[in-house]
Nanobody, 130 residues
């Protein structure tokens, strides 16, 4: 059984940095795309960043470009989301998602969709204060 777990959330001040991690277990030996999403109460979950199965490409929401970096040391686990220059509007619950089935994507549009992913973590809370 595949399990996805996020870690690294916390309470920080605006301008600070935070690094989130995502690890998937239960499917050793596989390489897979990973996406990060976030949700604020009262709003829909939104795409933040994604990395392809071979680390060749990364994609970001416009709101985090230049501040967030998604990375993976090798083609497996874990995936990190380095968040710099955090803003109040970055507050939310951050979810990691992995794609284990289905075709590969050739552009960013599919990575931004929740239904592209097969397994999700429970989320980690990030709170940015002024």
């Amino acid at each position: 059984q595949v399990q996805v777990a996020e870690s690294g959330g916390g309470f920080v001040q605006a301008g600070d940095s935070l690094r989130l991690s995502c690890a998937a277990s239960g499917r050793p030996g596989s390489r897979f795309p990973v996406g990060w999403f976030r949700q604020v109460p009262g709003k829909e979950r939104e795409f933040v960043a994604a990395i392809t199965w071979n680390n060749a490409n990364t994609y970001y929401a416009d709101s985090v470009k230049g501040r967030f970096t998604i990375s993976r040391a090798n083609a497996k686990n874990p995936v990190h989301l380095q968040m710099n220059s955090l803003k109040l509007e970055d507050t939310g619950i951050y979810y990691c998602a992995v794609q284990l089935y289905g075709p590969s994507c050739s552009d960013s549009s599919c990575y931004e969709k929740e239904n592209h992913y097969d397994y999700w973590g429970q989320g980690t809370r990030v709170t940015v204060s002024s």
